[in-house]
């Protein structure tokens, strides 16, 4: 039941980055991060004449082919976009310096540190992402009980770095603790946090499933009712 491949029909300018390459003036974060998983050709354009309601813009059919073997696996793709959003963070400036919060040998992967973002393969982006993913942590901490500030405190303990690594929260976010709020709406501004909820959390989602939940989530949490819960 494999996928042989995968039609879209999108806007031309949109298709010429989906299906760039290095160096060509389109390369840029879209066509990267699908050309990990994808193969990409553009079939044809589609005029707005083809249209009833024709439309002010150029259209092109694309076709994905899925990599036999993919550049990365599904589990990497959050650290390998994040390296990829930096690199392209300014085009006008090297890869090296893009990146200079890590100490990477671009010699010794045959990279000139002095290239832009844009004029790098897939498969040299794909070399510096192996040197990273070396230093990239994934965290596991459980129960934190909406205890906001020894939630924090233990983060900058472990040094966590929100932009880098991955966080696993197994258990409880809500409960006993003072900041259940907070502890959830920083769990929402993190991307790279995943959540295994407990039984706490999934009251509080019933809660506000519920006919008679129908405050915000604010008003839920700091209910005089559910003191006992949170």
């Not at 890590?102 to 897939?122: G, H, K, W």
């Amino acid at each position: 039941n494999a996928i042989e491949d995968i039609h879209f029909l999108v806007q031309k300018e949109v298709a010429s980055r989906i299906c760039a390459s290095h160096l060509s003036g389109d390369w840029g974060r879209l066509g990267v991060k699908i050309s990990a998983f994808f193969q990409t050709d553009i079939l044809f354009d589609v005029p707005p004449e083809s249209f009833d309601i024709k439309p002010k813009v150029q259209s092109s059919f694309v076709r994905l082919i899925p990599r036999s073997a993919p550049y990365i696996s599904k589990n990497e793709y959050i650290k390998f976009s994040t390296l990829i959003d930096k690199s392209f963070a300014n085009k006008r400036k090297g890869i090296k310096n893009n990146l200079k919060k890590f100490d990477i040998d671009f010699q010794q992967l045959a990279i000139n540190p002095l290239s832009r973002a844009q004029e790098l393969s897939i498969e040299e982006f794909i070399s510096i992402f192996r040197v990273i993913d070396i230093w990239m942590s994934t965290y596991v901490i459980g129960d934190i009980h909406g205890c906001f500030d020894q939630f924090t405190k233990l983060l900058k303990k472990i040094n966590y770095k929100k932009d880098e690594d991955k966080l696993i929260l197994l258990g409880d976010l809500v409960n006993r603790g003072p900041d259940s709020l907070s502890v959830i709406n920083h769990c929402m501004a993190d991307s790279n946090i995943i959540t295994v909820l407990g039984n706490h959390d999934l009251y509080l989602l019933y809660l506000l499933s519920i006919d008679k939940a129908t405050g915000s989530l604010k008003e839920v949490v700091e209910a005089d009712s559910n003191k006992q819960i949170f």
